[in-house]
């Protein structure tokens, strides 16, 4: 999944970029409301977090301009303490939820989490599809009740897959948010790993949660358990 930080103060900025990175997110950074136009506008985000007080184009009008321009990605504002009418100007604006500073880094998290997975429409942090269950809380894979050991990578593929359940998505989309936008990407890579992953999580090749649609991408195509 890839987050978009737009925040001109360098040392939040940054330690959001090192917190959400060991998370497992792609992270993309913009110092000010222009650059954080820019990015939102070219890069295929999954969701954005927003510091309200930003040189340039302030974090409302950022947020107003990317929803009169159809972006749909949540967005979590970042507000000032005590601010209450900093937060219900964000939610008016369009953005979905906030945190005030300063915040712990785990609250970020759990808001970031929740806000990804009811955008994939799942209600709960556990998202099952029959035998195959990702818990998004401690990113870990269970097959059949059998945990499934993936490294990171393959973790993060499944999750995407599995957040947007039933949906086709192309190799050059799950490339795109699953490195960084200078990693030097080639989307066969992603057949590589595809393929240990389907090894993985079905050795027998009995499931086949993981359909090829030629030309068009991945689809995680067992059914969402019913909640
Ligand atoms: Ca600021």
């Known amino acids: 999944m890839r987050i978009l930080v737009v925040e001109d103060e360098a040392a939040l900025r940054d330690a959001l970029k090192r917190d959400l990175t060991a998370a ?9 409301g222009e650059e954080g ?17 930003l040189p340039k184009l302030p974090g ?8 009169a321009e159809r972006k749909a990605f949540p967005i979590l504002v970042l507000t ?14 369009g953005a979905d939820d906030y945190v005030a500073k300063p915040f712990r880094f785990e609250e970020v ?20 599809c029959g035998p195959v269950v990702l818990d998004l809380r401690s990113q870990t894979v269970a097959v059949g009740g059998e945990a499934v050991d993936l490294t ?11 957040m947007r359940a039933g949906d086709v998505i192309s190799k ?13 990407r080639d989307s066969n890579t992603i057949e590589v790993f595809m393929g240990r992953l389907r090894r993985k999580i079905d050795p027998d090749d009995t499931l086949r949660p993981i359909e090829t649609l030629r030309g068009r991408g991945y689809r995680f195509s067992l059914p969402r358990d019913p909640r």
């Open 37 to 53: 136009l820019y990015s939102g506008r070219e890069y295929p985000v999954d969701l954005a977090i927003v510091d309200l007080g």
């Open 109 to 128: 998290l759990a808001r970031v989490q929740a806000l990804l997975r009811r955008a994939g429409g799942w209600a709960s942090p556990v998202l099952a």
């Open 80 to 93: 000032a303490r005590d601010r209450w009418q900093d937060k219900v100007a964000g939610l008016d604006a």
């Open 152 to 162: 990171t990578f393959e973790y993060r593929l499944l999750e995407h897959l599995m």
């Open 172 to 184: 050059g989309e799950l490339t795109e948010r699953l490195y960084e936008q200078d990693f030097e």
């Open 24 to 32: 497992g997110f792609t992270v993309d950074l913009a110092a000010d």
């Open 60 to 67: 409302l009008d950022l947020i107003r301009t990317l929803r």
